[in-house]
């Protein structure tokens, strides 16, 4: 009986300290779930914007997400966080 | 008169001689190695010259792909804010215990540098430079090898961040760096 409970244990650690392992893990990001403050995309819209610049593309794409996240519809996960897990359209980066 | 064979021993005895002072001084423990001391300016000259040559030979012939693309301002800013803030800090932060204590000091990455001319082959050659320093690290700097934990689109998406990263006010920061 012992030995099975030091089993269930050395499991239970082991589960706990592996868990550490996939800490960069993007998945692990989205489960941090917190909210952009878009009063910076708001001071872009009233003024002069460039909505070609990547960075104002990146901005509204990210409030876009979290304003729909907010009314409840977020039925898809975010891929943008993804880019590394091989989803996203820069999959053809080739290893240097 | 000196021969030909007593130069010859001249030049031997002093290079024995200066091999045994500098491993005389090398065993010595004399050289201070704590962070809060600077080396001095012969040992940073040799340190620096040496990651700078060894970093552009190494990072010479890697191919830039496109960091244009909105999605990798996310990916990589949301990296970036998890992995590199701490010591390379972001906008309206000056310093950190970080960036004070170590040893070399991380550059601010957030800080706009001036480039003067010839700005595109600048920005492409500091893209290669970034990524491979972000993949392999550099010895005995603090700076680690992210390339084992994370595959080389993800570090391209910190290279894209790090493009833009100094254009970014504090707000632009928080939005692209969230991780919603």
């Known amino acids: 009986m012992n030995r099975r409970n030091f089993a ?17 893990d993007p998945a692990e990001h989205a489960a941090e779930a917190a909210a952009p403050d878009c009063r910076a995309l708001g001071d872009a819209v009233n003024g002069p914007m460039d909505r070609n610049d990547p960075v104002i593309q990146a901005m509204m794409k990210q409030c876009g997400e979290a304003a729909d996240r907010s009314h409840g519809h977020d039925g898809e996960s975010p891929d943008h966080h993804a880019a590394g897990s091989g989803h996203s359209s820069e999959q053809d980066v080739k290893a240097q | ?40 300016r012969p040992v940073l000259w040799l340190l620096q010259t040496l990651r700078e040559r060894s970093i552009e030979r190494a990072s010479r012939d890697i191919v830039v792909p496109p960091l244009d693309d909105p999605k990798l301002l996310l990916s990589g800013g949301a ?102």
């Open chain 2, 1 to 40: 008169m000196i021969g030909r064979s007593g130069k010859a021993a001249a030049v031997i005895q002093s290079v024995i001689a200066v091999g045994a002072i500098g491993t005389g001084y090398l065993y010595s423990g004399v050289y201070p190695v704590g962070a809060d001391v600077p080396h001095t």
């Open chain 2, 79 to 180: 990296d970036y804010n998890d992995m590199c803030a701490g010591c390379h800090l972001k906008p309206g932060r000056q310093d950190s215990d970080l960036s004070i204590g170590l040893y070399p000091r991380p550059p601010d990455l957030a800080a706009r540098v001036e480039v003067p001319d010839g700005r595109q082959d600048d920005d492409m050659q500091t893209a290669r430079r970034r990524f491979w320093v972000i993949k392999h690290g550099i010895k005995a700097s603090g700076m680690p090898a992210w390339g084992r934990t994370h595959d080389d689109q993800r570090i391209w998406a910190m290279v894209a961040f790090l493009r833009r990263l100094p254009d970014l006010t504090p707000l632009q920061y928080q939005i692209l760096t969230t991780k919603i």
């Open chain 1, 8 to 24: 269930v244990v050395t499991v239970l650690l082991a589960m706990l300290f592996t868990s550490a392992a996939r800490a960069h």
